[in-house]
């Protein structure tokens, strides 16, 4: 399944964006899709994961109470919503399709491109 993410940009601190990450696939439904961030020389970062009805969210440490993910499937999109963001979450935002639900990059086997989140302070 081919993933599709926008909605990156520069923003201020404290400051709202929303990506989406898209699919025309007709089996984008059977997937469960998460968010993983990348900032430069750092690893890739858990951020966000629903299940395959939208429901079970699970967020990473660092987002908990700011971000919010949800999942159109009579749209094959998954929205991350981030509110008060800070400079610390400057990254490369990538949404990824698994079959499995997890935090864990490595049972991922789809991924999107990535978009990138500026935060200015």
């Known amino acids: 399944v081919q993933l599709q993410a926008c909605g990156g940009g520069l923003v201020q601190a404290g400051g709202s964006l929303r990506l989406s990450c898209g699919s025309s696939?007709?089996?984008?439904?059977?997937?469960?899709v998460g968010w993983f961030r990348q900032a430069p020389g750092k690893d890739r970062e858990f951020v966000a994961v629903?299940?395959?009805?939208?429901?079970?969210?699970m967020y990473g440490d660092s987002v908990k109470g700011r971000f919010m993910i949800s999942r159109d499937n009579d749209k094959n999109t998954v929205h991350l919503q981030m509110n008060n963001l800070k400079p610390e979450d400057t990254a490369a935002y990538f949404c990824?399709?698994?079959?499995?639900?997890?935090?864990?990059?490595?049972?991922?086997?789809?991924w999107g491109q990535g978009t990138q989140v500026t935060v200015s302070s």
């Open positions: 696939a007709y089996t984008f439904r059977n997937y469960v």
């Open positions: 629903t299940d395959k009805v939208g429901l079970s969210p």
């Open positions: 990824a399709a698994s079959y499995r639900y997890s935090s864990h990059e490595s049972l991922y086997t789809y």
